[in-house]
């Protein structure tokens, strides 16, 4: 009996009861408790007397400038998004568009040079292959 | 729904309105990643708490909501008003327990809602209204908002 007591104390039984999530039998035992338990009843009355106070609350009503702010900050940020992208458009335009080319003829460049080199070697081994030997080469340091 | 959540998180009709304004902007900005996983009225909740919480914890940080020194109380022995007594117990909870009393208490949701919207099973939801309860009980006792000192 004490323990069931204790079991009906429970302040989750409490806010069950409140919210009114016991089962018809669970509701009869839990109200014949409250006759005899003043402090649960004390707190249950407290409890739901505040349920009753917040839900009966009524909010104030929205001043309309919230959306109008709203909409505007939303559009302030998509412009400035649009702003943005077209500013990495034209980034990556001129990058592939100019820098890219630049590149491209700095490397041609350098293969011009490459080629050059080679040619000169060339024509440098032809030269000199014409009166030496490829020992004499050798011992040159063409090799 | 959300000015509601705003004001009822802030206690302050100001502080609401800039929350509010962040949590439109945010549903607008947001809107084209809303994947149907949840139902829209609990996406639409998530925004506004998240939001809403963020603000407050923002505004502390600059030290500009003080919403307990912007309340002028009167004699805790006058009778007050159902709207006046609300918003007192209100101003003196912290905003884990206003957040849980104003989406339970005032916007009627269940607990497996409130579950889906913050993210926690419904056993900690539950536990944590009971203690928001207990909390606002205390202080409407305390207070001697229910009149009966």
Redesign the interface.
Known sequence: MMEENKNKCR??TI?SH?DGELSKAETKAYESHLKDCSECRK?AD??G???L???????????E???R???S??SR?KTFRRIALSAAAVFILFYFGFVREFERLHLEEQKMEYLHSEILEVEIYNGIEEDSSVIDLFLAGKF | MVWNIALGITSDEASAEDAASEVFVKLFKKYNKFSGKSSLKTWIYRVAVNTVLNYVKKEKRRKTLNLKENLTYSSSTEKYENKDTVERILSELDEKNKTFIVLREMQGLSYKEISDILGMKIGTVKTNIYRAREKMKNIYIDKGYDGRE
């Open positions: 302040f989750d806010n409140i707190k407290t409890l007397e505040l349920k106070r917040f839900k009966k609350y009524n909010f104030s009503n929205p001043p400038k919230i959306f702010r709203a909409f900050e939303y940020i």
